[in-house]
């Protein structure tokens, strides 16, 4: 389940995507806000409506890619 403020995220990123011709959006929030959650709920919406192939994410360590790739997942 989303938070009040990723929920109202992800519907700011999907209503950019699909009403203008940008492809990139921010978020910032502090360590442990769930960017990571909210970003993995923007791609599987992404995916579902056939509007991206991949994701490709970048971290500073293997063990956040660890826990990015368990979120995404």
Known sequence: ???V???ECV???LKK???TSHSHFF???TPG???TVMA???AK????NDMIDLVLCFSPSLSVAEGMRSTFS
């Open 17 to 19: 995507f699909t009403s």
């Open 11 to 13: 519907t700011q990123v």
């Open 5 to 7: 403020w990723q929920s």
């Open 27 to 29: 978020c910032q929030a």
């Open 40 to 42: 993995a709920e923007v």
């Open 33 to 35: 806000a769930g960017k």
């Open 45 to 48: 919406r992404l995916f579902e």
């Open 1 to 3: 389940m989303l938070r």
